[in-house]
């Protein structure tokens, strides 16, 4: 079964500093998206992303946080000078062209900041 | 504002019987409806997606969506304590923001053995 890789699987930052969670989608897989859960809440969304360009965002997106995609398999999520309350697990999805598909997540990335 | 409402549980039932599951949906442009299963400290993983009125059914799951009335449910049928989980239902919005994934906050089911 494919699945969507995330690393690290644990990130402990100190405020201020900045991050990059990475994320290896199913290769077959056209869209790419990055959310979040802060811990004993909904999982929200955050970005996708489709040939090379953002198409959606949320509020929760703004100019701390950026997405790129540096080659052919890697999607990366970098959030500039960390809060506290960015403290949360990442999660990266990823499907296929068209809307009728299941977006499959990876495992995720727990990111602290201390 | 779209909002999807769940739920929250918890919800016991004991093994072999029939969990059910509900979710209402606000946004009317909805298109596509998911429901993930996602244990403790664990990512959501797709049990069930379902794009048209009625029923769908995968095995001991089937899912039911109502357009007009805005809700969609799961049923699991011959539960398992394996079952035992947060049920996460997740809607699609309308035309422009059709790849956001709206979330419940979830159902916790425990599966009494």
């Known amino acids: 079964e494919p699945e969507v890789t995330q690393t690290p699987s644990h990130q402990v930052t100190q405020m201020g500093q900045e991050v990059i969670l990475r994320c290896v989608p199913i290769?077959?897989?056209?869209?790419f998206y990055w959310y979040r859960q802060i811990l004993g809440q909904k999982v929200e969304f955050l970005v996708s992303?489709?040939?090379?360009?953002?198409?959606?965002k949320s509020e929760i997106f703004d100019d701390q946080f950026s997405v790129e995609r540096p080659d052919g398999s890697n999607f990366t999520l970098k959030i500039r000078s960390t809060k506290l309350e960015d403290s949360a697990m990442y999660f990266c999805?990823?499907?296929?062209?068209?809307?009728?598909?299941?977006?499959?997540f990876g495992s995720g990335t727990r990111l602290t900041v201390v | 504002q779209k909002e999807v409402e769940q739920n929250s549980g918890p919800l016991s039932v004991p093994e072999g019987a029939i969990a059910s599951l509900n979710c209402t949906y606000s946004?009317?442009?909805?298109?596509?409806f998911f429901w993930y299963r996602q244990y403790s400290g664990k990512s959501p993983e797709l049990i069930m997606s379902?794009?048209?009125?009625g029923d769908k059914e995968d095995g001991r799951f089937t899912a039911q969506l109502n357009k007009a009335s805005q809700y969609v449910s799961l049923l699991i049928r011959d539960s398992q304590p394996s079952d035992s989980a947060t049920y996460l239902c997740?809607?699609?919005?309308?035309?422009?923001?059709?790849?956001?994934?709206?979330f419940g906050s979830g159902t916790q089911l425990t599966v009494l053995p």
């Open positions: 999805a990823s499907s296929r062209e068209g809307q009728n598909y299941g977006y499959t």
């Open positions: 997740a809607v699609t919005g309308s035309s422009g923001s059709a790849r956001q994934l709206t």
């Open positions: 379902i794009y048209s009125n």
């Open positions: 992303f489709y040939n090379n360009e953002i198409s959606e």
């Open positions: 946004d009317r442009g909805s298109q596509s």
């Open positions: 290769s077959n897989h056209l869209y």
